[in-house]
T-cell receptor
Framework: AQTVTQSQPEMSVQEAETVTLSCTYD???????LFWYKQPPSRQMILVIR??????QNATENRFSVNFQKAAKSFSLKISDSQLGDTAMYFC???????????????FGGGTRLMVKP | KAGVTQTPRYLIKTRGQQVTLSCSPI?????VSWYQQTPGQGLQFLFE???????NKGNFPGRFSGRQFSNSRSEMNVSTLELGDSALYLC????????????FGNGTRLTVT
């Protein structure tokens, strides 16, 4: 079974600075997808960024980028120029649609609570 | 385009009762997934429906069930409620499978007393 570990339960960063959230996962599969989701106090999970395992190039979305290290099974999220609106829970997630009957089952990490301070 | 709509937003039930939660996906989305979120267990996959068929099921007891209608709307049902079923239940929809992003609703907060 796949597992996802987020080793930082809580983090804080000053506004405008850069922060990196860690995520490691365990799988014996070669093809899979990785995601970072954000959950603000409104409770709605919002997709931040996604990465296909067969792509070596790290995904970027504006101020958000990932450092994907396939051999190390590591998938960290870097937030640049942090903004107050980035305050939220961040979840790393893994999906293997081939193993899971071509479905959309996500395995989530425990989450990291990020506080952006003014 | 309207997002994923979950109703109700809050629900209080008594142990032993049953409850039905509803999820309306984004128009055109055929996959609907359900997740349970608790402080202790985190986010756990319940089940997924695609074109009215259950495609995947998580490790939950048979008291948890669901279905999907021809218009892709989905319901989940929990029978014989236990205190441990208190949680935020999240629904997510997707156009198809795999790398298509999941769009989540705001969830239903269920409290069992």
């Amino acid at each position: 079974a796949q597992t996802v570990t987020q080793s930082q339960p809580e983090m804080s960063v000053q506004e405008a600075e850069t922060v990196t959230l860690s995520c490691t996962y365990d799988t014996s599969e070669n093809n899979y997808y990785l995601f970072w989701y954000k959950q603000p106090p409104s409770r709605q999970m919002i997709l931040v960024i996604r990465q296909e395992a067969y792509k070596q190039q790290n995904a970027t979305e504006n101020r958000f980028s990932v450092n994907f290290q396939k051999a190390a099974k590591s998938f960290s999220l870097k937030i640049s120029d942090s903004q107050l609106g980035d305050t939220a829970m961040y979840f790393c997630a893994f999906m293997n649609p081939v193993v899971n009957n071509a479905g959309n089952m996500l395995t989530f990490g425990g989450g990291t609570r990020l506080m952006v301070k003014p | 385009k309207a997002g994923v709509t979950q109703t109700p937003r809050y629900l209080i039930k008594t142990r032993g009762q049953q409850v039905t939660l509803s999820c309306s996906p984004i128009s055109g989305h055929r996959s609907v997934s359900w997740y349970q979120q608790t402080p202790g267990q985190g986010l756990q996959f319940l089940f997924e429906y695609f074109s009215e068929t259950q495609r995947n099921k998580g490790n939950f007891p048979g008291r948890f069930s669901g279905r999907q209608f021809s218009n892709s709307r989905s319901e989940m049902n929990v029978s014989t409620l236990e205190l441990g079923d208190s949680a935020l239940y999240l629904c997510a929809s997707s156009i198809t499978t795999g790398f298509s992003p999941l769009h989540f609703g705001n969830g239903t907060r269920l409290t069992v007393t």
